[in-house]
């Protein structure tokens, strides 16, 4: 992992999983000529700190869509890479549980666009739910719908799989290196200052999710993105709380606002909506650890006696309607930012970095990456309206 000369064709900014994806995949198309650089270690921002879940379970078309090709990389991992690691890639299935008719209605609704794109996602009764989640109280729970090829991955060894096969193809990854400012000449890119130097390039690709905006407003790029934070927490290891011997699946309710995995190790991420703190700041904090317990300790009484091993805060970069941002500037030609990806970068990470390498190459894509522009915001631009945020 080095810095080998100040001259790239390309320079991408984060390396996180959409950096990370966005590199391997320009590799693969024989643009090699890259430097991956990260203020930090690759997936120290938010990547590092997500539950990493793998879903398809999505209510808008194009996240569906994406989602598919995610998950069919995800599921085979090592193969596509050719990373050596256990990636923790376990298919143990993604609950979403109903607490209100209305929320019943969309989830059941939203099986009808899903089982049109080939998902395998189904409704679950009471008794169905019970068998999947013995250990789940019930009381007040609707309904559910589950995906069993859903899953969750291990966010580090999952990056660094995308990051090492880029490497090995002659990328170059450059963690401690922060770009400080994106120099531009005659309204094109022509470089970056960094903390080690200046980097000449005419291609800058700006990963930085919460950071990615703050960066493209040094040439006058206004990408409206909120940053959020968002806690998590950590339990002692038990035994595979799924059905099979498998890890507790993935469980995520709106209307409680909780999300729940269990890691191949045994031990259970757990976390809530709380109210968002629009801030950078990264401390943990006893309220968020009081409230996520309460209401989890509420549906599933069996982790009551569990203790907490370490708690943590991330960031989501959020967009006006909670999807990804693909942004090509206008002000410095050669910088296209990727960001808003609103909780969802993980999952979604490997499709968005193969849409912007064939954008670079230009080369065909299925997906217009067209529709993540900021037009859609404009006065009759189109939303793109995802029912079911985390």
Not at 56 to 84: M, P
Not at 139 to 164: I, K, M, S
Not at 176 to 192: P, R
Not at 247 to 275: N, R, W
Request: aromatic letters at 8%; glycine letters at 10%.
């Amino acid at each position: 992992m080095a810095l080998t000369k100040k001259k790239y064709e390309v320079i991408v900014i984060g390396a996180g999983i959409s950096g990370a994806c966005t590199a391997f995949e320009l590799a693969k198309r024989g643009v090699t000529d890259v430097l991956l650089v990260d203020k930090q270690y690759v997936a120290s921002g938010a990547t590092g700190r997500c539950a990493a879940g793998i879903r398809q379970q999505f209510g808008f078309r194009l996240n569906a869509e994406v989602a598919i090709d995610c998950t069919e990389i995800w599921t085979n991992l090592n193969k596509y890479t050719g990373y050596k690691h256990d990636c923790g890639v376990v298919q143990c299935g993604y609950m979403l549980l109903a607490y209100t008719e209305a929320e019943l209605r969309t989830f059941t609704n939203n099986l009808i666009l899903q089982h049109e794109l080939g998902i395998n996602s189904e409704e679950l009764d009471i008794p169905a739910i019970k068998k999947i989640l013995p250990g789940l109280n019930t009381e007040g729970v609707l309904g559910a719908t589950w995906n069993a090829e859903d899953g969750t991955a291990d966010p580090f060894h999952g990056t660094l799989a995308f990051a090492r096969g880029a490497e090995r193809m002659g990328v170059d990854v450059a963690p401690y290196t922060e770009v400080l400012q994106i120099k531009t000449l005659n309204g094109e890119v022509c470089g970056v200052e960094t903390n080690r130097g200046y980097i000449e390039t005419k291609h800058i690709i700006n990963c930085a999710n919460s950071w990615a905006p703050i960066l493209a407003a040094q040439v006058g790029d206004e990408i409206p993105i909120k940053n959020e934070r968002h806690q998590i927490f950590v339990t002692e290891p038990v035994g595979m709380l799924g059905p099979n011997g498998l890890p507790m699946p993935m469980v995520l309710t709106f209307c409680k606002g909780t999300y729940s995995k269990q890691t191949a190790h045994g031990s259970l991420l757990l976390g809530i909506d709380e109210e968002p703190e629009h801030s950078y700041n990264s401390n943990a904090t006893w309220d968020f650890a009081e409230k996520c317990c309460g209401l989890h300790c509420e549906m599933f009484p069996m982790f009551r006696k569990l203790r907490i091993v370490r708690q943590w805060a991330g960031f989501y970069d959020i967009s006006p309607d909670s999807n990804t941002i693909i942004h090509f500037s206008e002000n410095a030609k050669g910088l296209v930012s990727l960001c808003g990806l609103s909780g969802h970068g993980f999952l979604l990470g490997p499709r968005l970095g193969i849409l912007l390498a064939n954008n670079y190459c230009g080369l065909d894509d299925p997906i217009d990456i067209k529709r993540f522009s900021l037009d859609r915001y404009k006065d009759g631009g189109e939303l793109l309206s995802e029912p079911l945020c985390v």
